[in-house]
């Protein structure tokens, strides 16, 4: 029989066809919040695996509100992220009209209402609680997270489930590997582990960036990443009947996903800087990665510098990640700023910052938060890297920033990758549509020309400079500086020209 030819790839949407390679194999960026994404309990809230479980139902659960007595009645048969009705609220909102935390009341009451309000929430599914119908999803999602390999149990010894982290404290004794089963269940979702596999199986470009308010829960899934990486994670590694992912650690010519102490960066939005640990004077390419144990080993003192990328305007930050903290690592991690998002009432604007370059159609960043509501990104404020203006929720929504859905992420081993697929879908498809509006911009008639024209000849060569030319060469001369091109002349002519619909600031002369 004579060879087959290869299946034709049909387009997954009209227009995919006019992307490039690169364009629809992207450099994926994977910002990855930890509590209530891919961790199932909040050190930095104080909150064990139980209280996040009922917390993070209680944001899924729709209901309606008696309007004699007040009280808050389940309507919804499933966990969902959108309502069934649009007259439903979930009984997280209903909670907090119940026990407002306005910041114009005096602080002994609001601190007391915000209290109280988090005590409803984490009983949510217990008995004589308004979501105790929900109870069997959540022993559905400790179902999902416990060790049910009988192997692996009687390896570690494993006699039941803990959700409460404080009751079975780490033991300085025992080995990382003992340490991280003491819960008999999951601390890292499956689900991110398997994104993680299916991503490197296929081949394709991406990095993690762990976003945390607490470096101590930052530290402790450093830790079992390391493991993972390695081959070594006692419920990933090949023995007691359990799976062994493909090597993640730079040795036998894989990626190195291990997180290193050199690129955890932590984030001040009050004085306006990230800051890395100071990293090494000669730096080498994240990829290869020779051989080694252990990720950026110890060298000494004089051979380190500082790392600290100001802002605004932001694209120093931006680029330090991704051209210097990225060339050095796959694996990133920032500890965000805690004080200034909540004493700024926990708006959005002042929450964990994702910068991105909308220009940039070869790269996508990702956001996962199981924080961010429905109208409101909450804890997480996207900005654009070059001019510094907030893109909107409905713009970032399933293209820079997802959703998670806790419920889930914990019961769907695939959850994490899916959405993954569907906010590069989604990319896609604004890039064709960006570049047909654009065409359909340029297409300008001839008054509006002559009145551009007219407008560009009214001003002084200094002023026209200023308004046209400054606003983009400053970084373009920046990016040239960092990355060294060959062509320095070309490398700016085309940053500039991708850039020069975004500047909108204005320089005085």
């Given amino acids: 029989m004579p060879?087959?030819?290869?299946?034709?790839?049909?387009?997954?949407?009209?227009?995919?066809?006019?992307?490039?390679?690169?364009?629809?194999?992207?450099?994926?960026?994977?910002?990855?919040?930890?509590?209530?994404?891919?961790?199932?309990?909040?050190?930095?809230?104080?909150?064990?695996?139980?209280?996040?479980?009922?917390?993070?139902?209680?944001?899924?659960?729709w209901g309606s509100i008696d309007e004699e007595g007040g009280e808050w009645t389940l309507e919804s048969p499933d966990p969902c992220l959108e309502p069934p009705h649009s007259s439903l609220i979930t009984y997280a909102e209903y909670v907090a009209r119940t026990y407002p935390a306005d910041p114009t009341m005096e602080d002994k009451a609001r601190e007391e209402n915000i209290k109280l309000a988090t005590e409803k929430r984490c009983c949510f599914t217990c008995a004589g609680e308004p979501g105790s119908k929900f109870r069997p999803m959540y022993d559905q999602m400790i179902k999902n997270l416990q060790h049910s390999n009988k192997a692996l149990a009687k390896a570690f010894n494993i006699k039941k489930v803990c959700l409460k982290e404080d009751e079975v404290p780490e033991d300085p004794t025992k080995t990382e590997a003992q340490n991280i089963m003491r819960f008999g269940r999951h601390q890292i979702l499956p689900s991110f582990w398997y994104m993680l596999i299916q991503l490197t199986k296929r081949g394709r470009r991406f990095s993690v960036v762990f976003r945390s308010f607490s470096e101590e829960q930052l530290l402790q899934a450093q830790k079992e990443l390391q493991l993972f990486a390695q081959c070594q994670h006692p419920a990933y590694n090949g023995q007691n009947k359990t799976q062994k992912p493909p090597l993640m650690d730079g040795n036998k010519g894989s990626r190195d996903m291990r997180l290193s102490q050199a690129a955890i960066g932590r984030m001040d939005r009050m004085g306006g800087f990230l800051r890395f640990r100071d990293r090494p004077a000669v730096e080498t390419p994240a990829e290869p990665v020779p051989e080694a144990s252990e990720p950026q080993a110890d060298v000494p003192e004089a051979a380190f510098r500082p790392t600290e990328y100001t802002f605004p305007p932001y694209h120093e930050a931006y680029a330090g990640l991704m051209h210097q903290i990225f060339e050095t690592a796959n694996t990133a991690a920032i500890v965000d700023d805690l004080a200034f998002w909540e004493t700024h009432e926990r708006a959005s604007t002042a929450g964990k910052m994702l910068l991105v370059d909308r220009a940039e159609t070869k790269v996508q960043h990702i956001f996962f938060d199981g924080n961010v509501e429905k109208e409101d990104a909450y804890c997480v404020d996207v900005r654009n890297a070059v001019n510094g203006e907030t893109i909107s929720l409905?713009?970032?929504?399933?293209?820079?920033?997802?959703?998670?859905?806790?419920?889930?992420?914990?019961?769907?081993?695939?959850?994490?990758?899916?959405?993954?697929?569907?906010?590069?879908?989604?990319?896609?498809k604004m890039i064709v549509e960006d570049r047909h509006a654009e065409g359909v911009v340029r297409s300008l008639s001839e008054e509006e020309q002559k009145k551009a024209a007219a407008a560009a000849a009214a001003m002084t060569p200094k002023e026209w400079l200023y308004r046209n030319i400054i606003p983009a060469l400053l970084p373009a001369l920046e990016a040239c500086q960092r990355d060294r091109p060959e062509d320095p002349i070309e490398f700016i002519a085309f940053y500039m020209l991708r850039h020069s619909k975004q500047y909108s600031k204005s320089l005085k002369a």
Avoid at 397 to 405: G, I, K, W
């Fill in 394 to 428: 409905d713009r970032a929504s399933n293209v820079y920033l997802h959703r998670v859905d806790f419920f889930q992420a914990v019961t769907d081993v695939e959850y994490f990758l899916k959405a993954t697929e569907a906010c590069e879908l989604a990319m896609s």
């Fill in 3 to 61: 060879p087959q030819p290869p299946p034709i790839q049909e387009p997954s949407f009209p227009g995919e066809s006019e992307l490039s390679e690169d364009e629809r194999k992207r450099w994926l960026i994977l910002h990855v919040a930890l509590p209530r994404t891919i961790m199932t309990c909040d050190v930095a809230h104080g909150r064990s695996t139980e209280d996040e479980l009922n917390d993070a139902l209680s944001s899924l659960a």
